[in-house]
């Protein structure tokens, strides 16, 4: 086996090398291949670390080419871009499935308390079974959360992104085409392309998720993300969620079933917090995204790249920079926290002068509050101080190439 592999990844590297118009198949075999070696490996965590690499070249690669277009590696994310790929869903179900098993594994020890009880919501919404334990398996998530971000520190930069990104795929149906807010989407696209495979709807692998268990987890989480002043690990989260929350003002419909649940009040406090280190009131003000002077995407960009609701923030050029390498990507250096800050003030500026009835802006006086009925919100038990902050040691922008 391990012959056929080598001998039929040198074949692809060749053709690719040497055969540029098949450039596409070329690229998607090479990471098929580089996958199924990383998955025969079993004794060499090295060799496996290795080769997992190289598959998420060659796939980063073919994603990067065509991002609008599912791909099975990306899971979730593969059936929430313009043109899904409705096969990931029995991959999905591979990840899924040990942790929804009844009698502990190895795949569930792994995973902390908080990171457990997050993919087990997931699963259960996903899949439709197990519904009588997700009220449960939520709380333990949202109870776990804080105390999560906090040992998770730096860390928590980029599992912040991906699990804004997942709660967000989650209140669209994960792509399905009975839920309103994904319908919503596909309309404001204009629907112009069919799937390449069989419509999430029409399989069998468990009924729609109910919308208001999804905003729940969406809303809640975000509650008490939000509540962590001072916190610039919980920025990449903030970042992505407002994206998901400023698209959807442009679509009536689909932000009518949001709105109702989103924290507004916690949303202004928060940005205020923000905007007490603001040093250009004009920068978050501007029509258009501001953007640093490197003009490199941040790792979340990367991430959200493709999403039927992530097009509207990105600059048509911000991912024309084709000298930054795959693991540069996702890389993170110290300016980015200044960024991110202006970003999130930015589309809380936004979003308010979309629609004045959730949050509001004065520009006079720079400071953001919500309208009368939104006042009663925040008034929880607030979640623990801030432990920890720690940045860690990070790398100037000037530090990357570009």
Known sequence: MLMFIYLAYSMMALLYETVPAFEDTWIECLGDLGRYRMAIEDDDIRDRENWTAVSRHWYSKASDKAPTTGRLYYYTKSLCVAIPF?????????????????????????????????VKVHAIMFSGKQMEKLHSTMDDFLQ????????????????GYHMGISNCCAVIGYGNEANPISKSLKQSRGADEEPQDQLMANNDLGSPVPEDNALKLFSQTYDIVARRDGDPNILPFLHVSLVFIYHLTFLPEAIHFVAPSFPWKRTALMMNTLLGSCKNYSRIEETVLPRSESRRPLPEDYAMRGLAWADRVSPSDCFSNEKIDDDE?????????EERKERVLWLGHKIATSNPRWLRYN????????????ETEAKRTPMSPVESVEMGELPDAAAITS
């Open 86 to 118: 409705g096969s990931a869903r029995e991959s999905i179900m591979t990840l899924f499935d040990p942790i929804m098993a009844p009698t502990p594994n190895q795949q569930q020890s792994r995973l902390s308390v908080a990171e457990f009880a997050f």
């Open 363 to 374: 520009s006079s006086t720079h400071e953001f509050t919500v309208s009368p009925e939104n």
């Open 329 to 337: 990507k996702y890389f993170e250096v110290a300016s980015m926290a």
């Open 144 to 159: 776990s959360l804080d105390s999560q971000i906090t040992r998770s520190s730096r860390k928590w930069l980029e599992a």
